[in-house]
């Protein structure tokens, strides 16, 4: 009796082999392929650099990394701090894309520079003039050693402005240029002068040490655009796209920082180096200062430039096109809300 001849185990592994070792081979293959390749959203991401002050007005950006806002646009964002000329002369050269370098930009502008501010955080100073205890008024100061942060800079000039709309002839203080709001912290406290511009922490810290405030800049009729953010003009007409991802996530992170007090406090407290307390305290005044969305009016921008003009000797304003872009900016805002996007 003949039975169906059952294949050889053997001979039917040895068809099988080279199938098996060639679907492992393309397996290993995809595996090492996906291995190497470049994750895309790593590749298209993007470092971006703002030259900064100081921390007071820069707290939207800190608000803006984060929550992570940044990262949704692939923006890497590095916040370097420099001093107010070295930072617009760094944009100017193109080795940061913006500045936060507020009313600093607008002398560059005014004498030439291509730049454009393109965002305002801030629309009044966050200057406080603290003094030793036993002055009780600025009428006490004639006579006294008062620092600020140089001479001809904006909380000079503010304070210029403040003290003879009291009646106070400035002439009549000496005023040093100390530099950093640290080293004016510690002239104040070490007696070096009896009244010094201070801003948060170190106003803060002024009061708990005793010292009396005598002047705060939030409360008088100044416009500062402190924050304000200035760009290349070549950079914003040649970098569409950027500057869309940019503008997008700051004012998200603008919007955030001034509507959600118990988010915001420990992100100031950890990115600005300050006490919970101390966070507590600077947000109601960055509450306070903070424009709504990001910009200012024609009136208030007018009103901005007027203590550069001054300083220049020049009697006719600009253009406000010439120094203010904030087209990007609204047209980003409007989309915000038309699609209920909420911080």
Do not use: C
Not at 39 to 62: D, E, L
Not at 165 to 192: E, H, N
Not at 212 to 236: K, Q, T
Not at 313 to 329: N, T
Request: net charge positive; aromatic share 8%; proline share 6%.
């Amino acid at each position: 009796m003949n039975y169906p001849q059952t294949p050889d185990p053997i001979e039917r592994r040895k068809t099988l082999i080279p199938l098996d070792y060639l679907m492992l081979q393309a397996i290993a293959l995809i595996v090492i392929a996906i291995v190497i390749m470049p994750n895309p959203a790593s590749a298209a991401t993007r470092t971006i650099r703002i030259g900064i002050p100081g921390q007071p007005y820069i707290v939207g950006f800190h608000v803006a990394k984060a929550r992570g806002y940044y990262a949704q646009e692939n923006l890497d964002v590095e916040l370097v701090q420099m001093a107010v000329g070295v930072g617009v002369n760094a944009m100017v050269a193109g080795n940061v894309e913006f500045a936060a370098m507020g009313s600093a930009l607008f002398s560059a502008i005014l004498g030439g520079a291509p730049l454009k501010i393109v965002m305002s955080s801030f629309r009044r100073p966050l200057f406080l003039v603290y003094a030793k205890p036993e002055i009780r008024d600025i009428g006490q100061l004639k006579g006294k050693k008062l620092g600020v942060p140089a001479i001809g800079t904006a909380g000079h000039s503010m304070l210029v402005e403040v003290l003879r709309k009291q009646g106070q002839d400035p002439g009549q203080i000496s005023m040093l240029g100390l530099g950093l709001t640290a080293t004016l912290f510690q002239a104040l406290t070490s007696g070096v002068v009896d009244a010094a511009i201070l801003s948060p922490p170190f106003a803060f810290m002024a009061e708990d040490a005793g010292y009396r405030e005598l002047i705060s800049f939030l409360d008088e009729d100044i416009i500062f655009p402190g924050g304000g953010i200035g760009a290349h003009e070549s950079f914003v007409r040649s970098n569409s796209t950027l500057m869309e991802q940019f503008t997008r996530a700051s004012l998200k992170g603008h919007l955030y920082a001034r509507a959600n007090k118990a988010g915001t406090i420990p992100i100031i407290a950890r990115q600005m180096g300050m006490k919970e307390t101390y966070a507590a305290k600077y947000f109601d005044l960055m509450r306070r200062a903070t424009t709504a969305d990001g910009t200012i009016d024609a009136s208030e921008q007018r009103k901005a430039l007027e203590p550069a003009l001054r300083l220049r000797g020049d009697k006719e304003a600009p253009a406000l096109e010439r120094i203010f872009d904030f087209s990007k900016l609204r047209t980003i805002g409007a989309e915000l809300r038309a699609s209920n996007w909420q911080p």
